[in-house]
């Protein structure tokens, strides 16, 4: 098909994108055309008699293809090559990029145990198909239609994504387009995943390549006075449930995989009078449908036991290394290299230690662990005294340096954190590091700015280049991000619970909340030589 026709009788260049097909000297000039190509195709006059030729793509190249008129029953105009070779002219080369992502999503399939193949046409109807780039064969009759759209496409993109989309649903093909533009990935015609534009020789190796834009974690919540998010409906607090969905980064294989087995499926939100289509777990997705059927679906809170008589929080007291010993190496987790940017690990909870009586000595700076904490050598024991006993070494979960940060003024005795004030204090923790995590990737300035040089005094700091500025999405992220931390802080601070703490006691128990739920830094980690 093709846009711009010549036609050889009236000696007029047709422009079928525009209403009046670029003449506006003649009325209602499309029927007048497609009427008289209808009698000759009834009459069984030739195509190539009919005086309609291509002017585009097939003109430029210096090659006659003759053509014939069509109208959608969505009233769509087309102009339609008469050999399919001409049809063949107007379609571009693919990309490097492209085949890249096509090998990749059938290697990542079949290291999944599932089979597919490039280029698969679906019948649909008589005399029509469906074209998919990559179509992969999971579990249970499941079909995951791929469809990869990069940078070197239009600017508007596909405008039949759609319209494909729907027809690939009805062949019970699941669509998956996957692009690496942002104006793309904003689309809402159907579910898109985006990842960073890369070359084709990153995307075919082997290696982590993320997705990240198009899957969701679903958060749901109760519209009370805890709540963090304000009411999607406008009212003060409506004591519902609601549900936000949060932007997360995933593994471009393991969606490829998890979309086969059914793990990840995609969902449509209805956000006021938008739909957004993205992709969740398979449980969000139950558990969003039981949401909007009515069903109550959050967990209860649990029974405070007042008989208990170990508190559930984590414990703070932690022995040190006893004179003479160093303390032990940490050995990374396995799979910490794995970490999403911009999320955090949070320290898990200890092992139960044995009761710690160390006797006390000043100490010359709070984060001087090294400290003796007694005037006898390991070992050795005063007149009458017992041996002292070996001190438990600092769990690994736990590492020295994490532990210097804190005072150890502060008070030993651990409130009894309520598990909701727990889980306000970790999220603002994250919030506050993906916050400056991403600070860290913008511009230097806001607005363009000029850069300048150092000058000889201050050369070793190197010149400051050009800043482009902060663009619109960029600045509806940081104002986003802000608006959390701000939501996120009030509602730990106007907790109901800092009112049965004794004044005296608000500042301690303040910073053991924020140590107890700390996550633990990167750099804090030490590699096991």
Known sequence: MANIVWHTTYRLLLDLKQEDLGHENFDDLWNFLYKADRMAAQRNVPVSERGLQCGGVCKDAGVVAWMYLRQQANGRREAVHERKEDEERHKAPMSDEHKAYQERILRAAEEGGFHGDCEVRTPVGRSSFIQTDTLIEGEGGRRIGWEVQLSSAGFDGPASVKSRAAKAAKRGITPAWHTDRADYARRSDTQWTRSNNLPAHVIAKIGDLRVISGYRALDFWVCDLRAVYPCPDGVRRC???????????????????????????????????????????????????????????????????????????????????????????????????????????????????EAFDPVPQPLSHPAVLSTPLSPLSPGEAGPGEPEPEQAT???????????????????????????????LQERLHRAHAEHRAYLAELPWSVEPMAGWARGERFSHRGDVPDSPGWSDEQKETVDRMRAELRELSTAVVDHPYWATVPREDLVNARMQLKKQTRPVEPDDVIEAA
């Open 393 to 423: 070494p600092p769990s690994a979960d736990f590492p020295t340096e994490i532990e210097q940060v804190y005072d150890p003024g502060v008070t030993t005795t651990v409130p009894a954190f309520p598990d909701d004030l727990l889980h």
């Open 239 to 353: 004591g519902k449930p609601h549900v936000t969905p949060k932007p997360r980064d995933v593994l471009f294989d393991d969606l490829v995989r998890r979309t086969a087995a059914g793990t990840i499926v995609p969902v449509e939100y209805l956000r006021g009078a938008k739909v957004d289509r993205f992709w969740v777990t398979d449980a969000d997705r139950d558990r969003l449908a039981e949401l909007q059927a009515g069903v109550i679906i959050l967990p209860p809170t649990q029974p405070d036991d007042s008989s208990s008589k170990t508190s559930p929080n984590l414990p703070t007291c932690r022995p040190t290394a006893i004179l003479g010993e160093s303390a032990p190496a940490v050995i990374v987790a396995s799979d910490a290299t794995a970490l999403i940017p911009q999320q955090r690990a949070f320290a898990p909870a200890p092992p139960p230690v």
